[in-house]
């Protein structure tokens, strides 16, 4: 049908006709926080490249997921800040670490939100890399017991399903495997699955003080020119268990979204992750874009892609939107 039999204004006349032939709704069910637990009482230092978010000690990540709760956030992601980095990570599988703390005292006060728990080393490391390092070289499957260690420290911890992000291989199998044994074979894992090495990720590793402390991560990480690549790697993790697959970051890779939303029969993730965030929000600083606007806009095209979960770190001022 052609003008002037179709006119396409007819039906975007007025808000009502808008909101009827809406193909795409935002829903605060979709969304995932991220958080940074530090050490200590009482301490919300603030994330200079992360205007609005903070590092958080355990009473503060209470007090936000309270917050998060209430304006209707279905989920936050635990991030942890050790006090102590080694060789062997052992801070990020010690029982009395601070994502473990974080989980109990969060699962206890607020049981109503779900607690997920990023899985990697990079954080725990001297060295700033996902993986143990042997003679300069990220070591694949030194790697995979303290990973799955990790995964078992947050479950005992109470954590409600974890996700690995380390892009280690084998390493989904490696968790199931252990926390089945273990008696957590209802636990669901959310993989990393398709984890580029993106220049994005900046402003988390300042917040996470994980940056690597030599080279790069591009041993692990995807390279950001291949989709075919994705395929096999979300392909893989759903052979080794994984319940849901996530893409990061989100928006120079909504084609991989899409593409993943295609061909893999479980819920698609995707991360809209720090230097996205910063970019909008420096934006807004400099007065040159309405930052709530540009956010709400994006994470609609990330759905629209295809994602069903979206974690932001705007997940909260989203849902109060929503909901308003
Ligand atoms: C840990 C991890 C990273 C992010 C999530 N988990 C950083 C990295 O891989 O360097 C990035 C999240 C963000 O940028 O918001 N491996």
């Not at 060789?87 to 109503?112: F, M, N």
């Not at 947050?154 to 008696?183: C, K, N, W, Y």
């Not at 995807?222 to 690549?229: F, G, H, K, Q, T």
């Not at 989100?250 to 084609?255: F, N, V």
Request: net charge negative; hydrophobic share 40%.
């Amino acid at each position: 049908m052609l003008f002037p039999d179709f006119r396409g204004r007819r039906l975007r006349a007025n808000k009502n006709f808008r909101r009827m032939i809406r193909e795409t709704k935002l829903s605060c069910d979709d969304l995932i926080l991220p958080l940074f637990a530090i050490e200590g009482k009482d301490i919300k230092k603030p994330i200079e490249s992360m205007p609005g978010h903070f590092q958080l000690s355990c009473d503060y990540i209470v007090k936000k997921a309270k917050e998060a709760h209430e304006a209707g956030v279905p989920a936050i992601i635990l991030f942890g800040i050790p006090d102590k980095k080694d060789s062997l990570a052992t801070r990020a599988y010690a029982p009395d670490s601070i994502v473990q703390k974080a989980v109990k005292e969060v699962k206890e006060k607020v049981p109503d939100i779900l607690v997920i728990t990023d899985v990697c080393l990079c954080g725990y490391m001297d060295h700033g890399h996902c993986g143990v390092v042997e003679k300069g070289i990220i070591d694949n499957d030194a790697s995979l017991d303290l990973l799955a260690k990790t995964a078992l420290s947050h479950a005992e911890a109470g954590a409600d399903m974890v996700a690995p992000s380390d892009m280690m291989d084998g390493r989904v199998s490696e968790i199931r495997q252990t926390l089945d044994e273990e008696g957590f074979s209802h636990l669901p894992i959310m993989s990393y699955a398709v984890k580029y090495s993106s220049a994005f990720y900046g402003p988390f590793r300042q917040a996470a003080e994980s940056a690597p402390q030599f080279g790069d991560r591009k041993t692990y990480q995807m390279d950001p020119a291949n989709s075919i690549e994705a395929l096999r790697e979300a392909t893989m993790d759903v052979e080794e268990g994984a319940d849901i697959i996530m893409v990061k970051p989100a928006l120079s890779y909504l084609d991989i979204i899409y593409r993943l939303k295609e061909e893999i029969d479980l819920p698609i993730a995707a991360y809209n992750v720090s230097g996205e965030y910063s970019i909008m929000k420096a934006g807004e600083i400099m007065g040159w874009v309405n930052a709530n606007e540009i956010i709400m806009e994006t994470l609609l095209s990330i759905k629209r892609a295809g994602a069903d979960l979206i974690l932001t770190y705007s997940a909260i001022e989203v849902a109060r939107e929503l909901n308003s």
